[in-house]
């Protein structure tokens, strides 16, 4: 059986080499204008592609360019333009679901994987697709039976694609849901004209809402008022299920995400997938994966979604983050003493002291955990530092100039 590979998200430097550093086996990000999320994410520039690129070869990650937002006809020219440098750049393959851009990716011969965009959910829609894509993101919506079934099928009648090797199929691991149809949901078009299917969405579907009765005035009472808000997918209590039903790509879901929940989400999913092919996969490791992955950001966490047969029915309760830790930033990097392993921090707001948790995170550093166990301020030894204090504290590995520093706490006591 060929490993499923672990798909992580990037939406800036940062979160790129938090995903490296997390064995990622391959990210997708996306550039500042045609992609899902080009409201949501800090999306890289067409500029920056080389260099993503450069970074993903020389650490041996493949590397997704995001091109799946419908496309109009003004679009045409720069959609050309983007694959042509993708192309160039070395990018893996294309992540796309308008015809426009099947057809001409087709024609330059560069791989494309076909989004979820694309509502995938049978058979005869994986053999046209075929045509255009290697690998295939099955709509969100299918059970693992039907997923188990079009795998089988795709090996029983070996449908291969362009690159004339088997469809590998793409499924969403963990993260953010939509309340409708991925990406093909119409409400912030129609409230405030600001279409999601192009990437701007506003997400009004996570506001809390009431329910009233225009005739009495009566408001309903409901469990909570995010009533359009879903928690987000979790499968980590059922990675075997996920790989026995035939999935070849596992992806992380959130490039608008900080570097700690790339980091941590991928790290946790990495171990969980190592878990099932050395045949250590169990409850007692799962539980503590969940706690893991509840520390960083999350809406709570909905395990097994409609994989499992259940229906769309377990809400947010709660505007943002459920996350169990809270990053606190404090600081900023102004050098790094290699040879001593000491790292110099400007303390800009707020406190840090001995014992405390934190993180650091830059666009080549990515993200670095650590525990602080000595403070030094003016050369001399302290148990603690504020606003304006120019501090040393231990740190292995090199942290580079304008890194940030963060305190992280338990969210009860922040």
């Known amino acids: 059986m060929e490993k499923v590979e672990l798909m992580a998200p990037a939406g800036s430097f940062e979160s790129l080499m938090a995903a490296i550093k997390a064995n990622a086996d391959s990210v997708y990000f996306g550039l500042d204008n045609l992609n899902m999320r080009r409201r949501a994410a800090r999306n890289f520039q067409l500029k920056d592609l080389a260099k993503v690129m450069n970074i993903c070869r020389k650490n041996q990650v493949n590397g997704y360019l995001t091109l799946n937002t419908i496309m109009y006809d003004d679009d045409l020219s720069l959609m050309r333009k983007i694959c042509d440098r993708a192309k160039k750049a070395g990018v893996n393959a294309i992540i796309a679901h308008d015809i426009s851009v099947l057809g001409y990716c087709k024609s330059k011969n560069i791989p494309v994987h ?65 309340v409708s149809i991925a990406g093909k949901c119409h409400m912030s078009l129609a409230t ?49 299920k996920l790989i026995n039903a035939g999935a070849g790509i596992l992806k992380i879901e959130g490039r608008g995400r900080a570097a700690d929940y790339v980091y941590t989400t ?30 960083t950001f999350n809406r709570g966490f909905w395990h097994g979604g409609y994989y ?47 014992g405390d948790d934190i993180l650091i995170t830059g666009p080549t550093t990515g993200l670095i955990e650590s525990k602080v166990s000595a403070i030094h301020k003016n050369e001399k030894k302290a148990t603690s530092a504020k606003k304006g204090d120019d501090i040393t504290i231990p740190i292995t590995e090199k942290v580079r100039k304008n890194d940030k520093l963060f305190v992280v706490v338990d969210k009860a006591d922040f």
């Open 114 to 178: 076909l989004s979820t965009q694309a509502n995938i959910s049978n058979i005869e829609a994986v053999k046209f697709y075929s045509q255009f894509g290697d690998a295939l993101v099955l709509a969100r919506e299918l059970s693992l039976d039907k997923i188990k079934e079009i795998a089988n099928r795709i090996k029983k009648e070996e449908i291969k694609g362009p690159n004339g090797k088997l469809i590998r199929i793409e499924l969403f691991a963990h993260g953010a849901l939509c």
């Open 192 to 240: 405030y004209n600001q279409p999601a299917n192009r990437g701007e969405c506003l997400q009004n579907c996570r506001r809390a809402y009431k329910v009233i009765d225009e005739e009495t005035g009566d408001e309903l009472i409901i469990d909570n008022k995010y009533v359009m808000s879903p928690k987000d997918l979790c499968t980590i209590g059922f990675i075997d």
């Open 266 to 295: 991928t790290k946790v999913y990495l171990e969980a997938i190592n878990s099932f092919y050395e045949g250590t996969y169990s409850k007692e490791k799962i539980a503590e994966w969940v706690k893991r992955l509840e520390t």
């Open 308 to 354: 499992l047969g259940k229906k769309l029915g377990e809400w947010a309760g709660v505007y943002g983050s459920k996350a169990t830790k809270e990053k606190i930033y404090v600081g900023v990097a102004r050098n790094y003493f290699a040879k001593p392993k000491v790292a110099h921090f400007v303390i800009e707001t707020g406190c840090i002291k001995v």
